[in-house]
């Protein structure tokens, strides 16, 4: 027997929980009826989600924010930044599953299944989805948040950022709780561009995470050798335990995901090209994509509009920060040094967050070494 549905949201992971918790909210979706299937049960704390934020009301879901962070560029200059207006805000992923999965509990309409899809069939009058425990779904539409084509990146610039992050307590006390490290390379930058964050959570409690840009994801001891000489080095001698690891590998790329929507097919999440190519973060722009989604169903709308929210202003910016990165025009630890030596931090933010005019990016371009940038973007034209 197929099970109907209106919407089916396939991958409850973060942006499939962001969807449902949007339909959640808006009472235009309660008549619809709105299936959500992964293959997993998602509770524990498979990742450490951040992302700057402007608004006065963070989410119960956020567990801890910061306003103040060190800049450290790759010959150890030091600058300590206030994030005004904006704040560095932390989720733990066990934290955001958990709100939205008692939230879609209180909703009659929205059902959570754990299941694998293992087939897609688009029909002229909707999505019909096998699964591996051999059940059937058909939805009008599909809100699909994992990648099941093949992606082709030659014609694209595409770098991998992956990182290891681990969570330490320190038998000494040794963090400052009020200032995290948004960006220290005070590392080896000849496997890549490679920098740390450092988020403390208490005195003697940060979450410590190597970021690398490169082509090939590294071995996992490299990851601990590379994070073990950091800690020594410039965060503390005091003897520390690991009481929790995470891993991650993010497409940075300018490849046109949206390409992979069909008629009834929306694809979100990562694999709705919502990773910033140019910083490898998505919470942010995936909630404004869901938001729009939603936005457009409202309104009567084909909810693939929704990618115009992703403005072609910024999808220039990426390309050209790219382009200068990989064509090695400057290294990433160079780029970074450029933008935070001439520009104020609001500016960078609003910038990485994609809030400023046109008038403003530009300003922000101005960085003391020009020509890298200027050459970059001519390629990027012509
Ligand atoms: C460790 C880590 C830390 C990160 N930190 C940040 C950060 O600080 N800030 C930021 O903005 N971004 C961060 N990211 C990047 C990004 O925000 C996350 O990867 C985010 O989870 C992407 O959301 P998504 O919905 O695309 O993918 P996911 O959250 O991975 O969700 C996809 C879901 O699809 C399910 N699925 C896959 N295949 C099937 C199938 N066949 N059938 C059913 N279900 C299936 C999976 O189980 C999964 O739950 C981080 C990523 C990782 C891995």
């Known amino acids: 027997m197929v099970n109907t549905v209106d919407y089916i949201i396939a991958g409850g992971g973060i942006s499939g929980l962001l969807l449902a918790n949007e339909m959640a909210n808006s009472s235009w979706f309660d008549n619809k009826q709105i299936l959500i299937i992964d293959q997993f049960v998602k509770s524990t704390n498979d990742r450490t989600i951040c992302y700057w934020s402007k608004d006065q009301l963070a989410p119960d879901y956020v567990s801890k924010s910061w306003k103040h962070f060190n800049f450290y560029n790759y010959e150890g200059e030091h600058k300590l930044l206030d994030t005004d207006p904006y704040e560095y805000c932390m989720i733990r992923s066990a934290d955001f599953y958990n709100h939205v999965h008692y939230k879609i509990d209180q909703k009659s309409n929205i059902t959570l299944i754990t299941d694998k899809i293992i087939d897609l069939v688009e029909m002229d009058d909707g999505m019909v989805l096998k699964t591996e425990e051999s059940n059937s779904y058909k939805c009008k539409h599909l809100f699909k948040s994992f990648i099941t084509d093949e992606l082709d990146f030659t014609k694209d610039h595409h770098v991998l950022q992956h990182f290891k992050g681990i969570f330490i307590e320190t038998e000494e006390s040794c963090f400052d709780p009020n200032h995290i490290h948004f960006m220290d390379f005070r590392t080896d930058q000849s496997p890549g561009t490679c920098f740390f964050y450092v988020l403390p959570t208490s005195d003697r409690h940060a979450?410590?995470?190597?970021?690398?840009?490169?082509?090939?994801?590294?071995?996992?001891?490299?990851?601990?050798?590379?994070?073990?000489?950091?800690?020594?080095?410039?965060?503390?001698?005091?003897?520390?335990?690991?009481?929790?690891?995470?891993?991650?590998?993010?497409?940075?790329?300018?490849?046109?995901?949206?390409?992979?929507?069909?008629?009834?097919?929306?694809?979100?999440?990562?694999?709705?090209?919502?990773?910033?190519?140019?910083?490898?973060?998505?919470?942010?722009?995936?909630?404004?994509?869901?938001?729009?989604?939603?936005?457009?169903?409202?309104?009567?709308?084909?909810?693939?509009?929704?990618?115009?929210?992703?403005?072609?202003?910024?999808?220039?910016?990426?390309?050209?920060?790219?382009?200068?990165?990989?064509?090695?025009?400057?290294?990433?630890?160079?780029?970074?040094?450029?933008?935070?030596?001439?520009?104020?931090?609001?500016?960078?933010?609003?910038?990485?967050?994609?809030?400023?005019?046109?008038?403003?990016?530009?300003?922000?371009?101005?960085?003391?070494?020009?020509?890298?940038?200027?050459?970059?973007a001519l390629e990027e034209i012509f």
Not at 250 to 276: C, E, L, Q, W
Not at 317 to 345: H, M, P, R, Y
């Open 207 to 376: 979450l410590v995470e190597l970021a690398v840009f490169s082509d090939e994801v590294w071995e996992d001891i490299n990851y601990d050798k590379t994070i073990e000489a950091y800690i020594s080095a410039h965060l503390t001698q005091s003897k520390y335990s690991i009481q929790e690891t995470e891993f991650g590998v993010i497409p940075m790329t300018t490849y046109n995901f949206s390409a992979h929507d069909t008629k009834r097919i929306t694809n979100i999440g990562t694999s709705g090209g919502t990773v910033k190519p140019s910083s490898g973060y998505s919470y942010t722009r995936s909630l404004r994509h869901c938001k729009a989604i939603c936005q457009a169903l409202i309104s009567g709308k084909e909810p693939q509009i929704a990618q115009r929210i992703f403005s072609k202003k910024y999808k220039w910016f990426d390309q050209v920060f790219l382009n200068v990165i990989l064509s090695n025009k400057l290294s990433g630890a160079e780029v970074f040094d450029q933008l935070f030596a001439g520009t104020k931090a609001e500016r960078i933010l609003s910038f990485l967050n994609e809030d400023l005019s046109l008038l403003e990016d530009i300003a922000i371009l101005k960085s003391p070494k020009k020509v890298p940038f200027i050459r970059a």
